[in-house]
T-cell receptor, first 115, second 113 residues
Framework: GAVVSQHPSRVICKSGTSVKIECRSL??????MFWYRQFPKQSLMLMAT?????????EQGVEKDKFLINHASLTLSTLTVTSAHPEDSSFYIC???????????FGSGTRLTVV | LAKTTQPISMDSYEGQEVNITCSHNNIATNDYITWYQQFPSQGPRFIIQGYKTKVTNEVASLFIPADRKSSTLSLPRVSLSDTAVYYCLVGDVFSGGYNKLIFGAGTRLAVHP
């Protein structure tokens, strides 16, 4: 079946540094990628939608300068958390529609811890 | 986007059948109903999708009444490994515009020995 490969699975960074998370669609093209954030015991919150070759669309309340999204190819979308702070610590998940199923395929998630 | 309502949590025992009902009173004509399963520290996994009546696959069944204002995910003979959060989502997945998925709170299922 369709796979979205997400890396890294875990990352610990110091406050003030930047972290890049990559999501690659394997065996299918993802012209659209959705980025979510999930805090412990909570549901997934949509952060932004990235489209290949164009600017990302951010949900209300999400700082576009802090969460940089790049979707430079049909198989790769990246999320960069800039100047990370402890409150950015969360589980980040990407998702792409299609890929041979009627649903959306999700990445395995990235656990970001900012110390 | 149609809003969904599910029970926050459910408990069951191994070998039992579990039915999780989702309400979606404002479902639109073009909307499909999709269920996802999520284990801790993993991304959601597609379980089943349907438009009306009944859909069955190797892991679950989905029952949708004629008015489509609700749906029931049925997990036969659950095991401990079915302990997870289950999300019901409603949306038009074939519009070509790839509607964004908005997750509700989900149902936290705990299966006990």
């Amino acid at each position: 079946g369709a796979v979205v490969s997400q890396h890294p699975s875990r990352v610990i960074c110091k406050s003030g540094t930047s972290v890049k998370i990559e999501c690659r669609s394997l065996d299918f093209q993802a012209t659209t990628m959705f980025w979510y954030r999930q805090f412990p015991k909570q549901s997934l919150m949509l952060m932004a939608t990235s489209n290949e070759g164009s600017k990302a669309t951010y949900e209300q309340g999400v700082e576009k300068d802090k969460f940089l999204i790049n979707h430079a190819s049909l198989t790769l979308s990246t999320l960069t958390v800039t100047s990370a702070h402890p409150e950015d610590s969360s589980f980040y998940i990407c998702s792409a529609p299609g890929g041979g199923t009627y649903g959306y395929t999700f990445g395995s998630g990235t656990r970001l811890t900012v110390v | 986007l149609a809003k969904t309502t599910q029970p926050i949590s459910m408990d069951s025992y191994e070998g039992q059948e579990v039915n999780i009902t989702c309400s979606h009173n404002n479902i639109a004509t073009n909307d499909y109903i999709t269920w996802y399963q999520q284990f801790p520290s993993q991304g959601p996994r597609f379980i089943i999708q349907g438009y009306k009546t009944k859909v069955t696959n190797e892991v679950a069944s989905l029952f949708i009444p004629a008015d489509r204002k609700s749906s029931t995910l049925s997990l036969p003979r659950v095991s401990l490994s079915d302990t997870a959060v289950y999300y019901c989502l409603v949306g038009d997945v074939f519009s070509g515009g790839y509607n964004k998925l908005i997750f509700g709170a989900g149902t936290r299922l705990a299966v006990h020995p």
